[in-house]
């Protein structure tokens, strides 16, 4: 493996945009994962497939897309420092009784990512085997609004957020591929 050598990084034309998601998130449970790829030697992009065990499927959450944040913050002492992974999003509702049983039987679970880019058709990968993302949930019901703020955060400082180029695995509520292809994106 050649691994990285610095190479000049030129800034993009309006690099600094913001960047429309789609407004729902897939997600998965690495206990469901079969084979979890690695990224290439560089370390950021992961071209093969996440394959997922037989009969498992990622599943999506819908969420209000203007309120999809991702982040990463480098943290931690000299020679000791990595990155938390951070996705955080609204969704309204207190009254909507799937999504509170998904997060009652989520809360605990180890779980990974995927935000896909609206415009670019870029994905993105947050969590991975060893440093999995956990759910966090402020809820909210008043004379103001009724909200659920979710934080999706990883548990250790590691690596920054993958982009992911595989096939998506089969999302439970999305039609099954008609092709050799992945499923389809939503």
């Known amino acids: 493996m050649v691994g990285y050598s610095p190479v000049s990084v030129p800034k993009k034309s309006n690099g600094g945009r913001t960047k429309p998601k789609k407004a729902k998130l897939i997600l998965f449970r690495l206990n469901d994962v079969k084979t979890f790829p690695t990224p290439d030697e560089k370390g950021v992009l992961i ?26 913050t480098s943290e931690g002492d000299p020679d000791n420092k990595g990155f938390k992974q951070k996705i955080e999003f609204s969704r309204p509702g207190s009254d909507d009784v799937e999504f509170e049983e998904f997060m009652e039987n989520n809360v605990n679970e180890d779980l990974c990512c995927i935000i896909e880019y609206q415009l670019s058709g870029k994905k993105k990968l947050a969590g991975y085997p060893g440093n999995p993302l956990q759910l966090t949930t402020e809820s909210t019901d008043n004379n103001e609004g009724d909200v659920n703020k979710v934080t999706l955060e990883s548990v250790l400082r590691g690596s920054r957020i993958y982009f992911y180029e595989g096939e998506m695995p089969v999302i439970d509520g ?3 591929p008609t092709g050799s292809g992945g499923s389809e994106s939503v």
């Open 174 to 176: 999305v039609d099954e």
């Open 47 to 72: 071209k093969e497939n996440l394959v997922l065990k037989t009969g498992a499927k990622a599943f999506f959450l819908e969420t209000t897309a203007s309120t999809i944040s991702v982040g990463q």
